[in-house]
C-alpha cells in the first residue's frame, strides 16, 4: 500500500483520517486535494473492492451458518482447494529466502534422515527417501490454526497452504502429534509429512526450527525449508512405489 | 430497513427481517446454529424487559437488537464451548457460496474469511458485523456501545487490515 496506515489510533484514541482504508470504513468523504493523489486514490479504490468483498463474504457467511440445512450437513468435511500456483511458489520462494533459522520440531525427520535413530524412531525410520515420502498418506504445508488435547497426543489443525500429496485437499487438514509440545504451536508455519496408518508417526519440519542432524552444509539450516527442499527432491520418485513398511 | 409493527397498542417485538438479522449477527459473533434460537429470544426478552421497565421502545430497533445480539455472541464466545464448535461452524461453510455467485473462488475465499473472523479478538469481531452486516455507522456503534468513535474506528481498522490480508492470501492461490 502506498499511503501509510495512519488513520488506526491505538484503542481510544482518535487521529484523523488520513488513510485510505480509514476514508472507506467511515464513508467519510475523500477530501479535494487527496482526490487529486493518484497514488491515494488507487489505495482508496482497492480498499473500497475489498471491503465490498468483505461485506458480500459477511453477507454470505451470516446466511451459511443461518442455514438449518447447511447446520444438519455438519461435519461431512470442509472445502476443497487447489493445489498452490507457480504464482503462490514464486511467493514462497521469497519467504524461504527471508526464513529465519531456529531450532527443530517433532519426530523431526529423524526417519526421514534414514538414520533409524535410537527406540524412539517410528516404524519407517530405516526408510529411505522415496520410502519415507512412499509411506507418506499425507504431505502438507500450512499454518497450525488450533491444537487440541488428545488421549496421549495433541490434535494439531492445519490451514493448508499447499498439498504435495495428495495434490488436493480440504482447506483444513488436521493430524495427531505425538508430542505435548505440540500444544503450543498455533500460528507456526510448518510441513507435515503424515504416514499410512500403522507405518509411523507423522515428521513435522516447523519454521524458525533447525534442520534435522545429519543435514549437509550446504543444505537449508531451517526445519521448514529443509523439509520442503527434502519433498520437492524425493516426492516425484516416490509417487506410485509402495510402502515398504510391513503393517 | 423494517420497523416494529403496532398490534393492540403495542409494537411487535422483531419482524422477521429483524429476527433473520438478529440470526445472522449472533451466527457471524460465533454462536452455533444450534444455540441461534436461543439468542433470539434472548433479544426479544432483553427488549421485552426494557419494555416493561417503562422504557421507550429503541429509537433504531434494528440497530439496538443488532448490537444487542452481538453482545450476546461476544459473551458466547468467550465460553468454553467456542472452541469444540469451531470446526463445526467452519465445515458448515462448505456450501457457503452454494446458493449464490461465484462458485469455488467465492467459496474458498468466504471460507478464509470465516476463518479470521473467528481469530479477530472479540471486539474487533463485534464491531465489523456491527457495520458491515448490520449497516450501523461508526458512530452508531459507538454510541450503542458506549465507547468513543475513536476506539471504533481503531477496532475496525485493525481487523479490517487483518481480513484484507486473507483476501490478499486467497486471491494469490
Known amino acids: 500500500m502506498g499511503?501509510?496506515?495512519?488513520g488506526a489510533a491505538g484503542e481510544g484514541g482518535s487521529r484523523p483520517v488520513e488513510d485510505p482504508l480509514m476514508y472507506?470504513?467511515?464513508?467519510?468523504?475523500?477530501?479535494?486535494?487527496?482526490?487529486?493523489?493518484?497514488?491515494?486514490?488507487?489505495?482508496?479504490?482497492?480498499?473500497?473492492?475489498?471491503?465490498?468483498?468483505?461485506?458480500?463474504?459477511?453477507?454470505?457467511?451470516?446466511?451459511?451458518?443461518?442455514?438449518?440445512?447447511?447446520?444438519?450437513d455438519l461435519g461431512e468435511g470442509g472445502v476443497m482447494i487447489p493445489a498452490v500456483t507457480s504464482r503462490v511458489r514464486r511467493r514462497w520462494a521469497l519467504v524461504v529466502a527471508a526464513a529465519v533459522v531456529v531450532s527443530a520440531g517433532i519426530v523431526v525427520a529423524g526417519g526421514v534422515r534414514g538414520g533409524?535413530?535410537?527406540?524412539?524412531?517410528?516404524?519407517?525410520?530405516?526408510?529411505?527417501?522415496?520410502?519415507?515420502?512412499?509411506?507418506?498418506?499425507?504431505?502438507?504445508?500450512?499454518?497450525?490454526?488450533?491444537?487440541?488435547?488428545?488421549?496421549?497426543?495433541?490434535?494439531?489443525?492445519?490451514?493448508?497452504?499447499?498439498?504435495?500429496?495428495?495434490?488436493r485437499g480440504e482447506r483444513t487438514y488436521s493430524f495427531s502429534a505425538p508430542q505435548r509440545e505440540a500444544e503450543s504451536w498455533t500460528g507456526s508455519k510448518l510441513l507435515v509429512l503424515v504416514p499410512q496408518p500403522d507405518s509411523g508417526t507423522p515428521s513435522?519440519?516447523?519454521?524458525?526450527?533447525?534442520?534435522?542432524?545429519?543435514?549437509?552444509?550446504?543444505?537449508a539450516t531451517d526445519a521448514l525449508v529443509w523439509g520442503r527442499g527434502f519433498v520437492t527432491k524425493w516426492l516425484e520418485e516416490s509417487l506410485g512405489k509402495p510402502c515398504p513398511v510391513d503393517h | 430497513m423494517s420497523r416494529t409493527r403496532a398490534d393492540s397498542g403495542r409494537p411487535e417485538l422483531l419482524d422477521a427481517d429483524q429476527e433473520e438479522r438478529v440470526r445472522a449477527v449472533l451466527a457471524l459473533g460465533g454462536v452455533p446454529y444450534a444455540d441461534l434460537q436461543d439468542g433470539v429470544q434472548q433479544v426479544r426478552l432483553r427488549l421485552l424487559e426494557r419494555l416493561e421497565r417503562g422504557g421507550e421502545p429503541p429509537r433504531n430497533v434494528s440497530a439496538w437488537v443488532a448490537v444487542v445480539a452481538s453482545n450476546l455472541a461476544m459473551d458466547w464466545h468467550r465460553s468454553v464451548r467456542r472452541r469444540r464448535r469451531l470446526e463445526e461452524r467452519l465445515g458448515a461453510l462448505r456450501n457457503v457460496a452454494g446458493e449464490g455467485d461465484g462458485g469455488e473462488e467465492t467459496r474458498v475465499r468466504a471460507l478464509a474469511v470465516a476463518r479470521a473472523l473467528e481469530r479477530l479478538p472479540d471486539a474487533q469481531r463485534q464491531v465489523v458485523v456491527l457495520r458491515f452486516h448490520a449497516d450501523l455507522s461508526v458512530r452508531q456503534i459507538a454510541g450503542e456501545l458506549g465507547v468513543p468513535e475513536g476506539t471504533v474506528k481503531s477496532r475496525l481498522h485493525a481487523a479490517v487490515r487483518s481480513l484484507r490480508t486473507v483476501l490478499h492470501d486467497v486471491e494469490a492461490v
Not at chain 1, 475523500?30 to 482526490?35: C, R
Not at chain 1, 513435522?204 to 543444505?219: L, N, Q, Y
Open chain 1, 24 to 72: 472507506v470504513l467511515t464513508d467519510e468523504p475523500v477530501p479535494e486535494e487527496k482526490s487529486r493523489d493518484a497514488a491515494f486514490m488507487r489505495d482508496y479504490r482497492a480498499a473500497g473492492e475489498d471491503v465490498a468483498l468483505l461485506r458480500a463474504d459477511l453477507d454470505r457467511i451470516g446466511q451459511a451458518l443461518c442455514r438449518e440445512s447447511v447446520a444438519q
Open chain 1, 3 to 6: 499511503h501509510k496506515d495512519n
Open chain 1, 204 to 219: 513435522v519440519f516447523k519454521e524458525g526450527e533447525p534442520a534435522p542432524p545429519g543435514a549437509a552444509a550446504d543444505e
Open chain 1, 116 to 167: 533409524g535413530q535410537g527406540e524412539g524412531s517410528p516404524p519407517g525410520a530405516a526408510l529411505t527417501e522415496v520410502g519415507q515420502l512412499a509411506c507418506a498418506e499425507v504431505v502438507a504445508e500450512g499454518t497450525v490454526v488450533d491444537t487440541e488435547p488428545e488421549d496421549d497426543a495433541v490434535k494439531v489443525t492445519l490451514v493448508v497452504d499447499r498439498y504435495y500429496k495428495p495434490e
